[in-house]
């Protein structure tokens, strides 16, 4: 089953990222199985947009799969200093991701 | 030797101390061995009116304290287990169980009590290694008979007084309609219960001491002074809390404003109307005056069937829920709530989750008001922990080993909480102000971050899920590479020392969320 993949582009924060939040859970109650947030048009985040990769990442644990791909390096290292590296998987490039849910 | 006439007060005095004595055994020991299960069908049970009527009794029937029932469904309704409305006619119908102490103290148990006493007493003294809850249900037992050898030494002083100067005293105070009346309602301020009035006046009623009018006319005095107890009593509740002390207080006065104009007008008119009634239902003036207090319990219920939507109304507009936002004053921990240790460890609990609701926020925009009523609120929350466990030193509360563990884990968490406020404030004002740049870039990043781990700990410490507070150990482990690196990264910037305390508090609020984490999973 190829992944879902959800793109949000320009800031992602406290009055963006409740629409990604209806997407992301929208998609999980679908049943989807494996998901890629794909971060690469993102300009902001802020911890809003965390706490909605949280929350993709809680509603997929039990039998679901999630990567994020964020190409930039100054946003890679806010999933690093919010400590969500230790609960997902982030990648630099896309095709990593995509290989690591279809794997 | 024995002086001539001390002998009935001596008899008198001394099954004042032993009913006395009894009665508040009775109430502190069922209150401690029956709390949870109480808790537990109030909030498992009561769901239709049959079942709140059948579980309000029992617990009046159980507790024997208009008080004790009132305080005990206020921790419940503000531990959030119970809504209000559900716990107004519980109130009323445990009112009504408390008639039972009354009813069986108008029959002769002396012989039963003495064997009662005996067994109890011995049983205890041999038993004094026991299990807890064994023992709390034989003291239970030994407060029962202590009340009921009270009681008949209580008779037997007031039937041999009938002569002496108290008799006259007593005859005296209450000859008049009034005086009985408020003889009732002070004698129930000082001794908190107007079943402990009611039964001494049933116990003086039928030693012929006491006219039945007057009997009754102190019963409903009694009924009064009860409603002002618990308005006295919860004189510091606030919002839901403040409804419900002033439910309970305003439906005691509701059952005498009811009742007593009938009484009144009976005793004027002579017209056969509740006095009558009960005459005419008994012979023995103890049964009668049993009659008229179960009216004063009955005549709210009746009220509160036609009107609980209006009352209901009235109240939430006298008395509105707390704002959220007045986090000086604490929504849930209230003094009152001390007596039952379960329920008041669960308010620390929610009382903390505010704290940690807040964090976030103040993290963002900071505000010197709202800090300094939180610090109030973390002081007002140690001071209750602490006030739970002095109970438990002091022996007035039973502290099992695993409630002394969690008053540690909730003190410890109080104050991690309190650290991690500070050094929250301290981050988000060494932020301000910042010439933007890479420093302000790299408060922006830690800002951000920071916030999400402060999101992920109020969810934690909210609902205490197994799977929240796994994540919120996750999300704050350890910082120092991630730390390290980006003070590397900066190393050339021109604000070296603003670099240094923003990564250092950084690090430090992460730590003590992790410390939380820990405490949270320990509580589990």
Redesign the interface.
């Given at each position: 089953v190829p992944p879902t993949i959800l793109t949000p582009s320009g800031r992602l924060d406290a009055e963006t990222a409740p629409r990604l939040e209806r997407d992301v859970i929208a998609a999980v109650d679908a049943g989807v199985p494996c998901l890629l947030l794909d971060l690469s048009d993102i300009s902001y985040?802020?911890?809003a947009g965390?706490?909605v990769v949280?929350l993709a990442?809680?509603r997929l644990?039990d039998g679901g799969r999630l990567a994020v791909y964020v190409p930039q390096a100054?946003i890679a290292?806010?999933f690093?200093?919010?400590?969500?590296t230790?609960?997902v998987s982030i990648y630099r490039d896309r095709a990593g991701a995509l290989a690591a849910l279809s794997g | 030797m024995t002086l001539p006439g001390i002998e009935p007060i001596a008899t008198f005095i001394g099954g004042l101390g032993l009913f006395f004595t009894g009665i508040r055994g009775l109430s502190a020991n069922m209150q401690q061995l029956s709390g949870r299960r109480l808790r537990e069908a109030v909030t498992g049970r009561a769901h239709s009116a049959a079942a709140i009527a059948v579980v309000g009794i029992a617990a009046g029937v159980l507790l024997q304290s208009s008080n004790g029932i009132t305080f005990i469904l206020i921790s419940i309704v503000t531990a959030g287990l119970l809504q209000a409305a559900t716990a107004m006619p519980l109130m009323l119908w445990a009112n009504l169980g408390t008639s039972v102490l009354v009813a069986l103290a108008s029959i002769d148990l002396r012989l039963v009590a003495l064997m009662l006493l005996g067994v109890a007493g011995i049983w205890l003294h041999l038993d004094r290694a026991g299990a807890t809850g064994r023992r709390q249900a034989l003291e239970v037992v030994m407060s029962v008979a202590m009340l009921f050898v009270g009681l008949e030494l209580l008779r037997e002083g007031t039937a041999n007084l009938r002569v002496g100067d108290a008799a006259d005293t007593l005859a005296l105070a209450s000859a008049s309609g009034a005086g009985a009346f408020l003889l009732g309602a002070v004698g129930t301020l000082l001794t908190q219960s107007s079943s402990s009035t009611t039964i001494i006046a049933v116990a003086a009623s039928q030693a012929g001491l006491l006219p039945f009018e007057q009997a009754a006319l102190l019963v409903l005095g009694a009924s009064l002074g009860s409603g002002g107890n618990v308005l006295l009593l919860g004189a510091s509740a606030r919002g839901t809390q403040k409804q419900l002390v002033m439910f309970q207080g305003l439906t005691k006065f509701l059952g005498v404003a009811i009742v007593l104009p009938l009484v009144l007008l009976e005793i004027a008119s002579g017209w056969p109307l509740l006095l009558h009634a009960a005459r005419s239902l008994s012979d023995d003036a103890g049964r009668q005056l049993t009659l008229i207090y179960v009216a004063c319990q009955v005549a709210p219920l009746a009220a509160y069937a036609v009107l609980a939507a209006p009352i209901q109304r009235r109240l939430a507009a006298i008395a509105p829920p707390l704002p959220a936002e007045s986090l000086r004053q604490p929504q849930f921990i209230y003094d009152a709530a001390l007596g039952d240790a379960d329920i008041a460890l669960i308010l620390a609990q929610k009382e903390q989750a505010r704290i940690a609701a807040r964090l976030a926020a103040t993290l963002e925009s900071p505000d010197r008001t709202e800090a300094a009523s939180l610090l109030h609120l973390h002081a007002e929350i140690g001071r209750f922990l602490g006030a739970i466990a002095s109970a438990g030193e002091a022996g007035t509360m039973t502290l099992p080993r695993a409630q002394l563990d969690r008053i540690a884990n909730l003190q410890a968490r109080n104050e991690v909480l309190r650290l991690l406020h500070e050094a929250v404030l301290q981050f988000a004002h060494g932020r301000a102000g910042l010439p933007s740049g890479e420093v302000a870039s790299l408060a922006d990043a830690l800002t951000q971050g920071l916030s999400a781990v402060l999101m992920c700990l109020d969810d934690a410490a909210r609902d205490g899920a197994a799977d929240d507070i796994a994540l919120l150990r996750q999300i704050s482990s350890d910082r120092s590479t991630v730390v390290d690196r980006l003070r590397r990264e900066l190393i050339q910037a021109r604000d070296q020392q603003a670099v240094y305390s923003l990564t250092s508090l950084f690090e430090r609020a992460v730590w003590l969320v992790q410390r939380y984490a820990v405490l949270l999973e320990d509580a589990k």
């Open positions: 985040l802020s911890s965390l706490r949280l990442a809680k644990r100054s290292s806010l690093e200093i919010s400590g969500l230790s609960i | -």
